[in-house]
């Protein structure tokens, strides 16, 4: 039969070792650190002029995307909101990735698309002209 126990104690963990109390008292005793409550989470710091919360930091942007991005900006590439607008009239769907690649020597962008008749595409797009250069549907 189990015996009751106050609400405010908790079972230890199941990593922590269980040792038999030493008296009959039924006094709550003190909980390892690893069982208490975890701290509650700070709220999102806000921007004094909006009280909008602020944005999470940035986080690295892979190298591809640096190489698109400084393409893009020198003219060199079209920019990926054109070439997937494009591709939205061509490919109805979802667009799940986009990866720079290079494929036979050609820079290529590679987009996975999941069709709305549920088909995964390949779409192979030269990112200086926005052309299609290859379509395959994704076996894996």
Known sequence: MYAARPLLERPAPASAPVTAPTDSSTAPQPMPP???APAASTPPT????TNLPEPAPATPSPPEADRA??????????????????????????????KLSE?????????????????????????????????DEDDD
Do not use: H, N, W
């Open 46 to 49: 806000t921007s004094p002029a």
């Open 34 to 36: 690893s069982a208490t």
């Open 103 to 135: 494929d036979d020597g050609l820079t290529v962008y590679e987009f996975r698309i999941l069709t709305k008749a549920g088909r995964l595409m390949e779409v192979e797009v030269d990112p200086r002209s926005g052309r299609v250069v290859d379509v």
């Open 69 to 98: 991005l400084d393409a893009v900006r020198k003219g060199e590439f079209q920019p990926l909101d054109a070439i997937t607008a494009m591709l939205a009239e061509r490919f109805p769907g979802q667009i799940l990735g986009v």
